[in-house]
Every structure is written in structure tokens, then in C-alpha cells.
């Protein structure tokens, strides 16, 4: 076994078993179990993939990410739920085990004001340490280990994104190929049955990872944030375009850019000959400043809206049916431009697949059940998009 083998054997049992301690302490109602959601994603949708693959391209596209997707949104709802329903348990228990305990607990109270008014000390210091355990119970069992099992879980994940990521890029410097400097030291890693299984699914682990940060992400701000922010950024041009279109055109500013001319010319008339030689007048810097000036006014004006109208969004978002529906626009809305974005990207990159650079990279997505879509079987290549892009012949 090489030596990167057994670095990532050992770096990620090393994660597990911290993930097991740390899940085994804070409990699954208090962690995220978004590596589980992952790979039950993967597991299922990779097979539903290769099954519907014989199909047509574009209609196994648009299923698969389809399918991908709901399960991405299934698996986080029904975790969520789970939590929740575990963590009312656990409360329910404690709240019963305080009940159970309360004539005990008042009766010490009452000993703790009796050791107060008479000035007792180490019966107060006594009485103060005692303790009166409010467990969940059977709940709370549960709760540590499925914490267990979900932060092993997490643990692993990172530790195999950190390998995998690692030895992907040794890949693509080609030095562990055969006639590198590493192939001695790594050859078999990279020509051996475990990895020529793996890597057919890195790149589909990756799409999942990024589609569920563009739902959970897209549902945390919701739709109303996102427009609110492309509004304020139509506010920043709009206001930069206003400016300096009334300074450059409007009479009444030309006006009082001619009258502060004056003054200014006397200032950059030691740069006169620089001016001259860039085209530059001493009425046109005039003109200019007074334009960046009302654009700073304006500017301070905008702050003002986008610092005050989110807080409005928030107040709105309090209500459990505006947050939903928001959120879950939100969630559609990013999922959708950044699918778009990777199809684009997907299909530039596949411009350039028959470049001898991009072997490598190729070798990546020959089984691949769902980034293939976003690459060799991109939607945009079927309909006859990105396919002369003369990216081959750059790189080439």
C-alpha cells in the first residue's frame, strides 16, 4: 500500500473517531447532518442515473437532476424533522423528570434560604452543589447516538474531500502517470481497482454538494433578499449613471463646472502638459468631480435605504408563511441560475475535451451518473451550443 493510501485511511478513521466523541457529546438535535443528506443523495440518484442513462440524453438530463435534486430536498426535510420531533421529546422527558423531582427541589430551595438567613456557609456550599439531573431518558440515548453516527459520518466526508481533492490534482499534474517523477511512489494508487471505481463519482459528489448549498443557502435569505440586493445594485448604477450624466449634460451643472474651472486650472497647471497629452481639460476634470460628488451624495442616500429596508425583510420573514414561501422561491431561484452557470461552464470546458491537456480531466467522467450532464452529455452541446468555441485551438 503507498504511502497517500495510508495517509488517507489513517486521516479519515482519525475524523470518524472524533466525529464519533463529538457526536456522542452534543447529541443529533444539536448537530447538521448535511454529509449524511449527501451521500444518501448520491447513493440513490447515481443508480437511478445509470438505469434511466439508455433513454433519451435530454430527457435523462433534465430526470436526473430532477431526481437529484428532490432528494437532496427530501433528505434535508425529513432530518429536520426528525430533529425536531426527537428534540420536543427529549424536552417533553426533561420536563416530566422536573415535575417528578419538584417537591425535592423546592424543599431544597427552602433549605438554601434557611442556610442563607442564618449565615451557614458550608451548609449553603452544600446545599448549592446539589444537583437534580433532568435527562431525556430513553430520548436522549437516541439522540447521542445518531449524533454518533451522523458527526462519524461528517467526520469521514471532510477527511475524504481533503484525500480526494489531493490526489485529483497530483492527477492532473500527471506526475503519478506513468513516466512522472511520482509513478514510482503512486502509480499503483492511481491504476488500481479502488480509485478507477471512485473517480468515476468525485465530480458528481461535487454538483450534489453544490446543489444543496444553493437550496439551503437560497432558502436561508429567500427570494426577497436576492432582489433586494440586485435593487440596490441597480440603485449604485443608476445613481453613478445619473451623476455624471447630469454634470457631463445638464446646463445648470455645465454651468457650475464652468465657474469651478476656474479655480481648478490654476491648480493642475502644472500638469498642464499631461492633460493635454490624454485628452483631458481642465473643464472636463471639473465636470468629472462635480459628478463623483453627487454620486457620493447619492451614494450615502442608498446606504441609508439598504441598511433599514432589509430590516423590514426580516420583520416579514417572522412570520412562518412569508418565510416559507420566500425561502422556498429563494431556494428554486439560486438552484436555477447556478445550474445555468454550471452548464455553461460545463459546456466551455467540453470545448476544449479533445485538447491532449484535458485527458486527464476526460478520464473523470466516463461512468460519472450525474456531472456527465453538466460535461460530456451537457444539454447545451446537444442543442448545438458552445461547439465551435475556438477554446481548443488556444489551449491547443
Do not use: H
Not at 430536498?73 to 427529549?90: E, Q, T, V
Amino acid at each position: 500500500m503507498d504511502i497517500l493510501s495510508i495517509i488517507a485511511i489513517a486521516l479519515t478513521a482519525l475524523f470518524a473517531v472524533i466525529g464519533i466523541i463529538a457526536g456522542a457529546v452534543k447529541g443529533f438535535t444539536r448537530v447538521k447532518s448535511w454529509a449524511v443528506e449527501l451521500a444518501l443523495t448520491g447513493l440513490i440518484s447515481i443508480p437511478v442515473s445509470r438505469l434511466i442513462g439508455k433513454i433519451n440524453q435530454t430527457a435523462a438530463a433534465v430526470i436526473t437532476l430532477g431526481v437529484t435534486v428532490g432528494l437532496l430536498c427530501l433528505f434535508m426535510f425529513l432530518f429536520k424533522l426528525f430533529r425536531y420531533l426527537l428534540n420536543r421529546r427529549i424536552e417533553k422527558r426533561k420536563k416530566l423528570m422536573y415535575y417528578m423531582q419538584y417537591d425535592e427541589i423546592e424543599d431544597n430551595t427552602e433549605q438554601i434560604l434557611n442556610a442563607i438567613g442564618t449565615e451557614d456557609k458550608k451548609q449553603y456550599k452544600k446545599l448549592t452543589k446539589k444537583k437534580f439531573k433532568q435527562s431525556g431518558g430513553a430520548w436522549s440515548v437516541v439522540d447521542r447516538i445518531f449524533g454518533s453516527a451522523v458527526l462519524a459520518i461528517k467526520g469521514a466526508a471532510i477527511a475524504g474531500f481533503i484525500c480526494v481533492f489531493a490526489i485529483v490534482v497530483l492527477d492532473f499534474t500527471r506526475l503519478p502517470a506513468e513516466g512522472g517523477k511520482l509513478y514510482d511512489m503512486l502509480g499503483g494508487l492511481y491504476s488500481g481497482g479502488t480509485w478507477q471505481f471512485f473517480k468515476n463519482y468525485v465530480f458528481d459528489f461535487v454538483v450534489i454538494a453544490v446543489l444543496a448549498v444553493c437550496i439551503k443557502s437560497g432558502y436561508a435569505s429567500g427570494i426577497s433578499t436576492a432582489l433586494w440586493s440586485l435593487f440596490v445594485i441597480g440603485l449604485v448604477v443608476g445613481s453613478a449613471v445619473l451623476s455624471f450624466s447630469l454634470a457631463f449634460n445638464n446646463p445648470d451643472f455645465v454651468a457650475a463646472a464652468q465657474k469651478f474651472e476656474g479655480s481648478l486650472s490654476e491648480k493642475l497647471s502644472g500638469i498642464s502638459g499631461v492633460l493635454e497629452t490624454v485628452g483631458l481639460t481642465s473643464l472636463t476634470i471639473a465636470k468629472a468631480i462635480l459628478g463623483l460628488v453627487m454620486f457620493i451624495l447619492l451614494l450615502v442616500a442608498v446606504i441609508l435605504i439598504s441598511v433599514f429596508v432589509p430590516k423590514l425583510i426580516d420583520k416579514a420573514r417572522d412570520g412562518v408563511v412569508f418565510r416559507n414561501i420566500d425561502g422556498v422561491f429563494g431556494a428554486v431561484v439560486l438552484t436555477l441560475l447556478i445550474t445555468a452557470l454550471l452548464l455553461v461552464v460545463g459546456a466551455v470546458a467540453n470545448s476544449m475535451s479533445g485538447a491532449k491537456f484535458m485527458d486527464v480531466f476526460n478520464n473523470y467522467f466516463d461512468k460519472s451518473g450525474i456531472a456527465t450532464y453538466f460535461y460530456n452529455k451537457n444539454l447545451l452541446n446537444s442543442f448545438g451550443l458552445f461547439t465551435d468555441l475556438p477554446t481548443k485551438k488556444w489551449f491547443a
